[in-house]
């Protein structure tokens, strides 16, 4: 038994006794590119981690695959703009967005993703597709494939020639009979590729290779235009079950990550370890397959725009819960990231943090190693010396809904203090709190705004008493307190008259006396009295338990806000 499932690929990549270790991954900017990118990703980020602490050198590289054509946009690109665009290459697309300023609309999309690397952790080199194939090395490689197309068709039906109907067999069969492995740009209309008004797409693929001459012919589907071009004119692409096998022999990459939709029998990942190793005489990457991370039940997709992005993700939750929640999974089962799970997500985080540094024990030998294995790996940047300081979850989503009614100054007072009673050494700036209080709204409204979508009241309450979301009304609704019954008003006055004799109450002896005044001065059913608290504070008939959150309140505006039912 190995500590982590990561060990079973390390000792796999191991058994090549390499020195240099290159691991690859690849996301075509079809748009806002969501965050299950960063399974992947995350996955070599770790791998290179691991390899670099053995002294070995590692390169790990991101595909931006900018030649690919555009298909189909996201529902949120301007109609007009699709029609002027479909069919031509993302990194020949300009920017959709007006004064944005950048150069294609492949490097809006793919520089947004790109800029949240850092935020998580990921240090890895952007290879931008289009780039690559104006430089000679891989125009060998296009080279190497259309002398290699016997070969190469060879293998594609190996492979997926079985896996086909008895009339796509038929189809496959007449398809291969002109087939070559590779399409250019049209020199009269800029397309790669062809939408039919069927629906079909037809690449602009080359009709025949001059050898001598080292030059393609073409037929473009889209405009009819006959062209012939160089095969170093540097608007030729391979296929793409062809351009990732050479893409891997280039950069001999040890391992690349691949999607569930690659990994199939008869995929692009199979073809491509025999096209590679036959024709580009590479052995190619150890396979890694993974299965999809979804946004709660829902399957994500970039170039439909069903998409959570990294970015966002950020501005509500740590970066470190989700290098977690990645990597303490076995890439073979599915995510389903919940925002509304982050506090389960920071318990599980808490307790690998205290265990790693020795402050709880842990429940075997197992989960020990287990721990000290993956705690490292979800740092963003370094590992500290000694154990990080952290203001609960809880309070922090407490605190941020009090920002209507107390100043900042107020709310940090309230942390540094509950900070010390946990006798914490280290204490946190104003402006760190700052932002983790920033981050805490935000993700509270996004929750608020996701359960308002949730039409089964049981799911929605249950999400709403675990993570203590309620609103303070900046004033009590007149309303309200003239439905207050007499006991119920003379309940709260009894409990101001408590509070302005005492001073630092704690959650337990407010609670406690509460119950007091209800069932031994006034004889009423506590819950009655509760219910007249949360109306006067929240506006509604329930909310957090009573105690600490009267606790929590600051005493000047709680006496004011019991003052006006005089
Ligand atoms: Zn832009
Ligand atoms: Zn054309």
């Known amino acids: 038994m190995t500590a982590h499932w990561l060990e079973e690929t390390v000792e796999e990549i191991s058994k090549r006794n390499l020195t240099e270790f290159t691991f690859s991954t690849g996301k075509t900017p079809s748009g806002h590119v969501h965050i299950g990118i960063l399974r992947e990703i995350i996955i070599c980020d770790a791998l290179k981690r691991i390899f670099e602490k053995r002294g070995a050198k590692v390169l790990f590289y991101l595909f931006m695959d900018d030649f690919d054509a555009a298909k189909r946009f996201p529902d949120y690109i301007d109609t007009k703009y699709q029609e002027n ?18 150069e294609s609309y492949a490097r809006h999309f793919g520089n947004e993703l790109i800029s949240t690397f850092e935020n998580f952790g990921i240090k890895n080199k952007i290879i931008w597709t ?15 494939a259309l002398e ?17 109907d ?15 492995p590779a399409m250019v740009i049209c020199d009269e209309c800029n397309k790669i590729q062809y939408k039919a008004t069927d629906g079909t797409i037809q690449p ?17 589907p889209g405009c009819g235009y006959k062209g012939k071009n160089s095969i170093y004119s540097g608007k030729l692409k391979l296929n793409w079950r062809v351009d990732w096998p050479a893409k891997w022999a280039l950069f001999n990459a040890t391992c690349e990550p691949a999607g569930k939709d690659h990994s199939v029998k008869g995929g692009a990942y199979d073809t491509g370890i025999e096209i590679c190793q036959k024709v580009y005489d590479y052995e190619g990457p150890i396979k890694l397959p993974y299965e999809w991370l979804r946004l709660g039940n829902k399957d994500m997709k970039t170039s439909k725009g069903i998409v959570f992005t990294p970015k966002q993700y950020m501005e509500l939750a740590d970066p470190e819960i989700y290098r977690m929640l990645i990597l303490r999974t076995n890439p073979m089962k599915h995510i389903s990231l919940r925002m509304e799970e982050i506090p389960q997500y920071q318990d599980y985080y808490e307790k690998m943090e205290n265990i790693f540094y020795g402050v709880e024990e842990p429940e075997s030998k197992e989960e020990y190693d287990f721990y000290k294995y993956l705690y490292p790996l979800t740092k963003v940047i370094n590992v500290p010396e000694i154990k990080p300081i952290r203001i609960p979850l809880k309070l922090l989503t407490f605190l941020s809904q009090m920002q209507n009614i107390l100043s900042l100054d107020k709310l940090y007072e309230k942390v540094i203090s509950s900070l010390k009673v946990n006798n914490n050494e280290k204490t946190i700036s104003i402006d760190e709190f700052k932002v983790l209080l920033k981050r805490t709204e935000k993700w509270i409204k996004e929750i608020k ?41 003379n309940g709260l006055k009894k409990f101001r008259e408590y509070l302005a004799d005492n001073d630092d109450l704690d959650a337990d002896s407010i609670q406690n006396k509460i119950f007091t005044i209800a069932k031994k001065e006034l004889e009423i059913p506590p819950r009655k009295l509760f219910e007249a608290f949360y109306l006067v504070l929240l506006g509604s008939k329930s909310g957090p338990r009573l105690g600490p959150f009267i606790q929590m309140l600051d005493k000047t505006w709680l006496m004011d806000r019991l003052n006006q039912l005089l």
């Open 204 to 220: 602009n693929r080359v009709i025949k290779y001059l050898n001598e001459e080292r030059e393609v012919l073409y037929e473009c």
């Open 85 to 102: 665009y479909l069919g031509k290459p993302f990194a020949l697309i300009p920017c959709p967005f007006e004064d944005c300023g950048c």
């Open 148 to 164: 290699n197309t016997d070969k190469i068709k060879e293998i594609l039906k190996k492979y997926i020639y079985p896996t086909l």
């Open 449 to 489: 705004n996701e359960l308002t979508k949730i039409t089964d009241h049981k799911i929605k309450r249950n999400i709403q008493n675990k993570i203590e979301i309620f609103t303070i009304p900046k004033t009590i609704d007149k309303k309200l307190i003239n439905n207050l019954s007499d006991d119920q008003i």
């Open 166 to 180: 008895n009339d796509r067999k038929q189809l496959f069969i007449d398809m291969q009979k002109t087939w070559i």
């Open 130 to 144: 289009y780039d690559l194939y104006q430089k000679r090395e891989m125009q060998e490689k296009i080279r190497i």
